[in-house]
């Protein structure tokens, strides 16, 4: 059975780090591609980062690019926040794709069950 597991969130200062991670289990040759989405309160649950093994680049939506990293490998998945705002603020989930892509919610075949960040003053 695969799971997904979350930890690292939290509350922060603005301009204050993070560091997000996700464990991966269950998948017998580990996965493709794992990433990171975020449900900011009130909208809908959306990309932020996450990258396919098969090629190892990490792609970023634009709104973190240059604050955040993500790495990892087939089995885990680090996302590290850096310079975080307010609007970062959401539930941080851990998406995973066996064979495609987990970059888009259509490739998503495993989801984590969430973890809260929260950067406010």
């Known amino acids: 059975q695969v799971q997904l597991v979350e930890s690292g969130g939290g509350l922060v200062q603005p301009g204050g780090s993070l560091r997000l991670s996700c464990a991966a289990s269950?998948?017998?040759?580990?996965?493709?591609?794992l990433a990171w989405y975020r449900q900011a309160p009130g909208k809908e649950r959306a990309f932020v980062a996450g990258t396919n093994w098969v090629g190892g680049s990490a792609i970023y939506v634009d709104s973190v690019k240059g604050r955040f990293t993500c790495s990892g490998d087939k089995n885990t998945v680090y996302l590290q926040m850096e310079s975080l705002k307010p609007e970062d603020t959401g539930v941080y989930y851990c998406?995973?794709?066996?064979?495609?892509?987990?970059?888009?919610?259509?490739?998503?075949?495993?989801w984590g069950k969430g973890i809260l960040v929260t950067v406010s003053s």
């Open positions: 269950g998948g017998i040759f580990g996965f493709n591609s």
């Open positions: 998406a995973a794709a066996r064979f495609g892509t987990a970059a888009t919610t259509a490739g998503v075949e495993y």
